[in-house]
């Protein structure tokens, strides 16, 4: 069974607009990770937000974390065209001694121009 | 450096054969897993290996799956007697440190495979 599941399943907006995209997952974790992938092919690393952090950035993008309601958001600011992609959240669980990394079910991003 | 590396990238087989796909994942890396993913789907994890620990082979779907990893590096996943159910882009990724998911994970290409 799926640890993450993102929200919406797709979204299409406006080039220069914000994109958000949520994650919530069932286990405790130890950490959060954000991936992007283009074209149905390998998938790129975004970010790595720690079950200790509520918060952090990287260039336009927004990762927060809430450990009390097992979910995270992902913000995109000022999309552009090639923000076009499918996003996906990544946990492990805590309570495992050789942690598998389970995947959400990914949010399909459209950028208009 | 080199990354991750599938290999085929394109796989078109009859039903009822066997296939086997290959990763090298990136050198010194300890820990290496396999994922499917089926047109427009998540991630479906299939099996973790780590150095030399006893694999998690979990999210093996059948018993027609297997997976190898031969000295610590390069992996084989292995499907016996193909079904049309198996068509995917299988995605292998490796990470440099033990699980806990504290290291990114680094992905290949992934191999489509397209049973007729």
């Known amino acids: 069974s799926q640890q993450g599941e993102e929200d919406p399943q797709a979204l299409s907006i406006q080039e220069g607009e914000n994109a958000t995209m949520n994650c919530s997952y069932k286990?405790?974790?130890?950490?959060l990770q954000w991936y992007r992938q283009n074209s149905g092919r390998g998938l790129v690393h975004l970010i790595l937000?720690?079950?200790?952090?509520r918060e952090k950035h990287s260039g336009r993008l927004r990762v927060t974390l809430d450990t009390s309601k097992k979910s995270s958001s992902l913000l995109i600011t000022a999309s552009r065209a090639a923000d076009t992609a499918s996003y996906f959240c990544?946990?492990?669980?805590?309570?495992?001694?050789?942690?598998?990394?389970?995947f959400g079910s990914g949010t399909r991003l459209s950028i208009r121009p | 450096g080199a990354g991750v590396s599938q290999s085929p990238s394109n796989k078109v087989t009859e039903k009822g054969k066997d296939v086997e796909l290959r990763c090298d994942p990136i050198?010194?890396?300890?820990?290496l897993y396999w994922y499917r993913q089926s047109l427009g789907q998540g991630l479906e994890f299939l099996i973790y290996?780590?150095?030399?620990?006893?694999?998690?082979k979990s999210g093996l779907p059948s018993d027609r799956f297997s997976a190898e990893r031969t000295g610590g590096s390069v992996s084989t996943l292995t499907i016996q007697r193909t079904q049309q159910e198996d068509s995917a882009v299988y995605l292998c990724?490796?990470?440099?440190?033990?699980?806990?998911?504290?290291?990114?994970?680094?992905f290949g290409n992934g191999t489509r495979l397209t049973v007729t």
């Open positions: 990724a490796s990470s440099p440190t033990p699980g806990w998911g504290n290291s990114p994970l680094h």
């Open positions: 990544a946990t492990d669980a805590s309570d495992s001694s050789a942690s598998k990394i389970i």
């Open positions: 050198s010194g890396h300890t820990a």
């Open positions: 290996f780590q150095g030399n620990s006893a694999p998690d």
């Open positions: 286990t405790s974790i130890n950490n």
């Open positions: 937000i720690r079950s200790n952090e």
